[in-house]
C-alpha cells in the first residue's frame, strides 16, 4: 500500500495521487478542459486549467504545465478542443514542493495497453476502475452478477433492484 502524504488530500476537489489505488496507473478518457477559479490549500485563489474526465465517478484534474505538455504529445494537438475522447495513463510520482518532496500526478507518453474504453449496457456511460478493481474486471464482474455490462450507478440500482425482488 503507497503511503499518502497529508498534503495531497487538502484539495479533494480535485483528483491527486490519492485516487491511485496502491500507487496503481489509472486510465480516463478526457472530457473537456476549461479555466476556471480554484481554492488551493490556505484559501488562496488562483485560475487554473481543469480537465474533466467522462468517467463521472472520479474528480477533475488541474492541468500544471508538464501535464498539459504531455496530452499536447499523446494527441498530436496543442488545442484543448482536440483532447477530447482521448485517453489518458495517470501515475505517481514525487516532486519537490517548497523543501518538500509530495507525491504528484503525470501522465504516461502512452496510454496503457489494456485501456480501450468499455460502456455501461444500460446507460453508456464508460466504466471507471473501483476500488482494487479495474474496470475490466469491474465490467466482468457485473457480466457475472447481472448478466450484462454495467457501470457503478446502474450496477447498484441493479443490486438494490435485485434485493427488493427477493423479498417477497
Ligand atoms: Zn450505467
Known sequence: MSKTHWKQMVNMDYIGAYA???????TLTIDHVVREMVTGNGGKKEQCMVLYFKERDYKPMILNRT???????LCNSPYIEDWSGHRITLYVTTTRL????VECLRIRPTVAETSAPIHCENCGQIIAGVGKMSA???AQNTKQKFGKVL?????????????????K
Do not use: P, V, W
Request: aromatic share 2%.
Open 20 to 26: 491511485l489505488t496502491d500507487g496503481k496507473d489509472l
Open 67 to 73: 501535464n498539459a505538455k504531455s496530452i499536447t504529445n
Open 98 to 101: 517548497g523543501g518538500d518532496t
Open 136 to 138: 475490466a474486471e469491474f
Open 151 to 167: 457501470c457503478m450507478d446502474c450496477a447498484m440500482a441493479e443490486k438494490a433492484k435485485a434485493e427488493k425482488g427477493g423479498d
